[in-house]
């Protein structure tokens, strides 16, 4: 009968071999039944905290590794192992706790274990503590290559390297063939042995962390390649963009300004730069990134569009339209200049709005008007055009820029003598896919297989209405929806902004204005709360909100235009009903569900309110309910009251059609 020792080594051996056939199940089973044996017996263990690391099951990974620290308290390489596993679980203090003690112990550590630990420190915030860390860890690479190339002659350096360069590449055939963690193993091998390390092994270890869903280990990766070479820019390269894409702007921008050290006419870096000035919204900064940019690459057009919006943006008229006009000399054809050749002057027509100079205001729209862009452009300079010569009283002008504006929007069915006015949020998708199927042009409609808003919005389709004199003929039925103007918004919110891991692209642009406003930077994906929406909303002008929540009187010609019917949103199936008898047509009986926003009967406790809620939060609920919570959970006194006094017209033409209080 074997006695426990050699049991225990049995079980630990059958445990490795089935670990690397990648029958981990029965691996574990070995190892907890050497446990049995020995409950002691730290090889076990490691390999289960192995094991559970290698399957992303860090908390099993943590229990398993704690307990060989506690069993060697003194062994330095547990407990870099421990703080290794605490980093990957979010744990950055109880990382740099275990680092700390390993270097208590003995300072002398590889400079593995300091980059770790300035990575830990990194996350907290603690800027100035890790850049120490990684100091330390540059010096200790370049002194150990030092040493080591004192210690072997050029002939035996070579040998080293090539040493190396086999690991490396034995490591790359592993990747290929699948087997990431081997791979893993090797290429951390070949960068334990001693001389230079080729660049492409810390590449392709940081692929390997990747595909293997390491991605704490990354950073930590490219900080040991510039430890080792700190004059490659590639390293620096990828080590901003892991910060880029983690919006740490500060420590992505020290990256590319490194890069700029070493060649300060790298077309990446600069690119890149400006982008982030930009983002940070310190124009400046941005425009010169993009002036030395223009000059190195004179016929990028790109480079020109984000000069010329730079520029823009800091109310840089005269220069900004010289840029964009040189961008057209090189490329004529490009959209996009004339795009934001139209935006200086529209901006620009803003500013001196402001400033009330009216006459002035006029000049710059009609400047946009005349450069060629698109509908939707247009319809937005009348929009403003409307609002100036509404301030200088002149109502004929203002109604025709209105009319330019507005009608543009309707839609008109001339087989069945149709005009609707879509007024977004309002079960617009649903009418103007009726009014476009039940059209002429249905079979060119399902040939385009274009959504139904992108569609209306082409300039070559016939249901648009262009000649406002159908909106006077008694032969066309005119109708439009219109809703309860607070679950109007609360939907607005939610579908647009609150259940979204990032807010709709003109979302975004609110999102932004309103962190602009804070005076703080941007966070698209923390966005906003209901709160800070409602406070946006209510002290933006109507002609500067988006269609999704502009207030719907907006959208009716002034009351010039009658209609023939008036449909209530909350009651839409009867709107489809009638729809379907005046005009006998046959339309879904479930058209009236046609994306709808659905909304929970559960009633949240202590009847508390979502208006401070921000997304992150309010997804959470959402998934709970497994709908949306109810409108009256979004609104205070105080919001109730703001937006009665933003929409009053809406509420007044909403009770005075339905016979009704406008309530939640």
């Excluded at 910060?243 to 050290?261: F, G």
């Excluded at 070493?262 to 425009?287: C, F, T």
Aim: hydrophobic share 35%; charged share 25%.
């Amino acid at each position: 009968m074997m006695n426990i020792q050699t049991q225990l080594k049995e079980k630990l051996e059958i445990g490795a071999q089935l670990t690397k056939a990648g029958k981990i199940p029965e691996a574990i089973e070995e190892y907890c039944s050497a446990l049995e044996l020995q409950p002691n017996c730290t090889d076990a263990l490691a390999e289960l905290a192995d094991i559970y690391e290698k399957n992303q099951q860090l908390d099993e990974a943590i229990n398993y590794q704690e307990q060989v620290v506690k069993l060697m308290p003194k062994n330095s390489n547990a407990k870099v192992k421990l703080g290794s596993l605490m980093l990957a679980a979010g744990k950055a203090q109880e990382a740099i706790d275990y680092y700390q003690q390993v270097i208590a112990l003995n300072p002398e550590q590889p400079a593995e274990v300091y980059n770790q630990l300035g990575f830990a420190l990194n996350k907290l915030g603690k800027v100035k503590e890790s850049i120490v860390a990684y100091q330390t860890a540059l010096n200790i690479s370049k002194k150990k290559l030092v040493t080591f190339r004192k210690q072997l002659g050029k002939k035996d350096e070579l040998k080293a390297v090539e040493k190396v360069d086999k690991k490396g590449k034995l490591a790359h055939k592993l990747m290929q063939q699948g087997n990431i963690t081997e791979a893993i193993k090797t290429y951390q091998q070949a960068l334990i042995l001693p001389g230079e390390k080729p660049a492409w092994i810390y590449q392709q270890l940081a692929d390997a962390y990747q595909k293997n869903g390491q991605l704490e280990k990354i950073e930590i990766v490219y900080r040991e390649a510039i430890s080792v070479s700190p004059k490659n820019p590639e390293f620096y390269l990828k080590l901003a963009q892991i910060y880029s894409k983690q919006n740490r702007l500060d420590e992505a921008t020290s990256q590319y300004e490194k890069i700029l050290s070493l060649n300060p006419n790298n077309l990446s870096a600069l690119n890149q730069l400006g982008r982030i000035k930009k983002k940070m919204q310190k124009y400046q900064e941005a425009e010169t990134y993009y002036q030395q940019l223009a000059q190195l690459n004179q016929k990028n057009s790109g480079v020109r569009l984000e000069l010329g919006d730079i520029l823009s943006k800091q109310e840089k008229w005269e220069e900004a339209t010289a840029v964009y006009h040189q961008t057209i000399d090189f490329n004529p054809k490009l959209s996009g200049a004339y795009l934001g050749l139209a935006n200086v002057h529209i901006l620009k027509g803003d500013a001196l709005q402001k400033q009330e100079k009216c006459a002035e205001a006029i000049a710059s729209y009609n400047q946009a008007l005349d450069i060629p862009t698109n509908m939707h452009i247009e319809k937005q300079i009348h929009s403003k055009l409307m609002s100036v010569y509404i301030k200088q009283g002149k109502l004929e002008e203002a109604e025709l820029s209105y009319q330019k504006a507005i009608l543009s929007r309707y839609l008109i069915n001339h087989k069945y003598k149709i005009i609707y006015c879509p007024i977004p949020k309002n079960a617009c998708t649903m009418f103007k896919t009726i009014m476009v199927e039940y059209s002429d042009e249905s079979q060119k409609y399902q040939e385009s297989s274009q959504g139904i808003h992108t569609y209306v919005g082409r300039d070559d389709v016939g249901v648009r209405l262009t000649d406002p004199s159908y909106m006077q003929n008694p032969d066309y039925f005119k109708f439009v929806i219109l809703r309860n103007p607070f679950k109007r918004l609360v939907s607005a919110y939610l579908n647009l902004i609150g259940k979204r891991v990032k807010p709709t692209k003109f979302a975004c642009k609110l999102v932004k204005d309103v962190y602009r406003d804070l005076g703080i930077e941007p966070d698209i994906y923390k966005s906003i709360t209901f709160s800070q929406f409602i406070n946006y909303l209510v002290k933006t002008e109507d002609d500067q909100l988006n269609a999704h929540w502009r207030p719907q009187h907006t959208f009716l010609c002034l009351g010039r235009f009658q209609f023939d019917y008036i449909g209530q949103f909350e009651k839409l199936d009867e709107v489809t009903k009638y729809v379907n008898k005046k005009f006998e047509m046959k339309t879904e009986e479930n058209w009236s569900e046609y994306k709808r926003t659905n909304y929970s009967n559960y009633q949240l406790e202590n009847k508390l309110k979502l208006h401070e809620k921000y997304p992150k939060e309010l997804k959470k609920l959402i998934i709970k309910l497994g709908r949306f919570p109810q409108p009256e959970q979004f609104y205070t006194p105080e919001l109730e009251g703001m937006v009665r006094e933003k929409y009053a017209e809406d509420i007044k033409i909403y009770e005075g059609e339905f016979k009704q209080l406008v309530e939640f």
